[in-house]
């Protein structure tokens, strides 16, 4: 399927829903006022959250450039850059592949490979997920491998490097 053939897939599944909802609505208007209702009070609890969302992209967007971020993953950014990647990668949160644009922005902008491989490593040490990691493997388990992955993210990094530079 061809990129555009699926990009319209999802308009079609669109339409078909609206109109199915038309015609449920003109047939029996009685039917449909619980979902509209159940509709609109969803739509009263997250719009605000959008709201927040959205400006803080904005915010985001506003301070933060690629140029900004390179400062300080740049090749002279030492322990400070691996200190950066690291936490960069635990805090950071949604589905990976969100964030490729980004790293090859950066890596555009001359940020060293071994950062992005760090960042990369750690967004498996996971905060929100730790009470349960703990939970299950015992505190001292959970806190040695963190600090283990923490650890490899670097070496993981300093490969990354020296694979790239043979590779040039």
Same mark, same amino acid.
């Given at each position: !399927?061809?990129?555009?053939?699926? /990009? ?14 038309? =015609? =449920? ?30 400006? %803080? ?6 301070? =933060? ?19 950066? /990647? ?6 950071? #949160?949604?589905?990976?592949? !969100?964030?490729?644009?980004? %790293?090859s922005e950066l890596q555009k902008h001359k940020a060293r490979n071994g ?13 929100? %997920?730790?009470? %349960? ?12 491998? #963190? ?12 490969? =990354? ?8």
């Amino acid at each position: !399927m061809k990129r555009s053939e699926q /990009s319209m897939a999802g308009w079609y599944f669109l339409l078909i829903v609206i109109a199915i909802c038309i =015609v =449920v609505f003109i047939a029996k208007p009685s039917a449909m006022m619980p979902s509209l209702s159940f509709f609109a009070g969803i739509i009263k609890k997250i719009i605000p959250v959008f709201i927040l969302i959205f400006a %803080l992209l904005v915010i985001m967007n506003w301070l =933060v450039k690629p140029e900004k971020i390179v400062k300080h993953l740049g090749k002279d950014a030492g322990a400070k850059g691996w200190f950066y /990647s690291i936490i960069g990668g635990i805090i950071s #949160t949604g589905p990976i592949y !969100m964030w490729y644009p980004l %790293l090859s922005e950066l890596q555009k902008h001359k940020a060293r490979n071994g950062y992005v491989a760090a960042f990369l490593y750690n967004r498996a040490v996971k905060p929100a %997920l730790l009470p %349960l990691f703990i939970y299950y493997f015992g505190l001292v388990y959970a806190v040695v491998l #963190t600090i283990v992955m923490i650890i490899a993210s670097v070496f993981q990094g300093i490969i =990354v490097e020296k694979i790239m530079e043979v590779k040039k």
